[in-house]
């Protein structure tokens, strides 16, 4: 008899090709699917609440899988986080939960969050943690812009080329942009995210922040669903997924 377990998971994705397994390099499930396969001797693939890119970490990144083993949550975390040692991937909690749970459908909210350092020196401690931008930014601008983005629209503009999502109608619940100090955070909340859509916002903010775009600039990008009318998309590394609501 298999029990369903719950993961939440905390990750730097500097050094992984993303989430999803791939043939191209190290990819953060392979990671703990191999840690589970360590102390259990199973194979098996786990699914994740949203798939991140390469360079895109977690702080609250979700999962869920079946075990036969007979374990209990509290050990099956010590597990994990000692067969993951000393990869950037630590097992924040672990949680039994029934069997038609699952991280990527049973998920109503989805929280990211994307860091700017907004200094002229280079990062030092967050290097590879959050975009640098030498230019000063206007954090007042980009979130009255922010709010042109808020509620149900056709996201094209922000879409990735390749994205796989059978519409490109989402609702963005929530999109903030503030200072606090040298850095800019900038949070996005909704039920689920179009491939790059989050990062496309960002760098078309940044646009609006240097003052080279206006707000009416970005409502005029996103009514004209054109991906060639998009800013740019921020790099991965400022971006973060914070935490996802069930």
């Given amino acids: 008899m298999t029990q369903r377990f719950k993961i939440i998971v905390e990750y730097d994705g500097g050094n992984f090709v993303g989430w999803q397994a791939q043939e191209n390099g190290p990819s953060v499930q392979v990671e703990i699917e191999d840690a589970i396969h360590a102390f259990s001797g ?10 991140t890119d390469a360079g895109v970490h977690a702080r609250g990144q979700v999962s869920h899988f079946d075990l036969e083993k007979e374990i ?3 050990k099956l975390q010590a597990a994990l986080n000692a067969h993951l040692r000393p990869q950037p991937i630590s097992i924040l909690s672990v949680e ?3 069997d038609d749970f699952s991280a990527r459908f049973s998920a109503t909210k989805r929280h990211y969050l994307y860091r700017i350092l907004n200094r002229r020196a280079p990062p030092a401690l967050n290097k590879g943690r959050a975009w640098h931008v030498a230019a000063p930014l206007d954090a007042g601008a980009m979130n009255e812009a922010a709010k042109r983005l808020i509620g149900r629209h056709d996201f094209t503009t922000f879409r990735a080329a390749g994205c796989q999502a059978k519409s490109p109608e989402k609702t963005l619940d929530a999109l903030t942009v503030e200072r606090d100090g040298e850095e800019i ?5 909704a039920q689920s995210f179009l491939h790059n859509q989050v990062r496309s916002m960002v760098g078309t903010l940044k646009l609006v922040g240097e003052g080279k775009w206006s707000a009416d600039d970005v409502t005029d990008a996103l009514e004209a669903r054109d991906r060639a009318r998009v800013g740019f998309n921020a790099p991965p590394e400022g971006l973060y997924l914070m935490k996802v609501d069930y």
């Fill in 42 to 51: 199973e194979r098996m693939r786990i699914i994740a609440a949203g798939r």
């Fill in 96 to 98: 039994l939960v029934p």
């Fill in 185 to 189: 955070l900038i949070r996005a909340s």
């Fill in 72 to 74: 209990t949550a509290d």
